[in-house]
């Protein structure tokens, strides 16, 4: 139900070629469920779907301004099949946590949306995984990651962090919409590793590639 009241804001045409009738057409959704390839990050290593674009900024920007559930259906496809591959059952998704701020403004977390997704399309498929609500906690006021170069999201999220100790001994899979620097996905790894859990790899949608790769 809840997914029918987010959408309820949103145009009934197709966001990226914008025919009508649904938030996101067939053909899209089809051109974007493809299959991930291995990214790495500051040595932790993940998957990704595809590469950042302005279609897919598009998309992204919907999903994550505007209450897109349907968007994050269509996300969720290629990463699940990933981890349908990759996970192991009862592997728990962790996401970034949002600030305040940005939960008061949306009203929502995506990353949290997103992964409830890809929990209700590995079902489906007869695998469990669970997802770890509030898992991780921001504890320093953290900037607008998108205002900043990559020294500085790194900087910005030093010790930002704090997990639950309920991670003890609990094997994770960081899930994001999109990983730039892999600044927010290495702070999450340091604070599950601090609350005893052990991150497995991460699954993104989408991949920035960095124009400096020594700083990531
Ligand atoms: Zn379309």
Redesign the pocket.
Known sequence: MLDEFLDLFLPTK?L??L?PPSV??Q??ASSLDLPAHPVTRGGLNGYSVVDYSAEVSQLIDKYKEHGATTVAKVLAKPMVTNLLANASPGDFLVVPPSSKQSVRRRGYEPATVLAAQIIRQARKAGFELKLARQALTLIEPVHDQAQLNARQRFENLANAMVGQHWLAGQPVILIDDIVTTGATLLECRRAVEEAGGFVRFFSTFAETKSKNDTQR
């Open positions: 197709c990226l070629c025919r996101i057409c053909t899209c």
